[in-house]
């Protein structure tokens, strides 16, 4: 009876662990999707010209309207972009949002074209492990008109 017991409760030990490895892994699993998402997202706006990055309608109709590879992993997604100036005492940013299939354009700076540089703040929103948690992951890119050598 006690090597029984002692079996049983080893027996339930192990799978509690094997329970909380599964979880972990999920979690990992869905940090790495988002940040594949991050990171898909700031390159399409890497290779595209500055008139296009600049422009709200342009980022809602080419970046937004479709989903970014890895997205399919997580739960309830929300991407936000924001988009503002950098080294400027223009403060007006422009701000995008995506959540399911549409994408819209919450504020719209028009100035931006006229800005040397912006700040790509890129966010995105999903429910995952453990329990459908509610979780954030943000990256943040400076690109500069005319590229890095200008």
């Not at 296009?52 to 972009?81: C, F, H, Y």
């Not at 890129?122 to 992951?137: C, E, F, H, L, V």
Request: cysteine-free; charged content about 15%; aromatic content about 4%.
């Amino acid at each position: 009876m006690m090597a029984a017991g002692i079996a049983a409760i080893f027996l339930g030990s192990l799978f509690a662990i094997n329970t909380s490895s599964m979880g972990t892994l999920k979690m990992a699993r869905e940090a790495a999707a988002a940040s594949q998402v991050l990171q898909q997202r700031v390159e399409s706006m890497r290779i595209a010209n500055w008139h296009q990055i600049t422009d709200a309608a342009w980022i809602r109709d080419n970046l937004l309207n479709a989903s970014a590879p890895g997205s399919t992993e997580l739960k309830s997604i929300t991407e936000t972009l924001t988009i503002a100036p950098y080294g400027s005492a223009n403060t007006a940013v422009t701000r995008l949002r995506r959540s399911g299939t549409t994408a819209t354009v919450n504020l719209n700076n028009t100035s931006l074209l006229t800005e040397n540089a912006i700040k790509v703040t890129w966010q995105i929103d999903y429910t995952g492990a453990p329990n459908d948690k509610s979780t954030t992951r943000q990256t943040v890119a400076i690109l500069a008109k005319g590229g890095v050598a200008k």
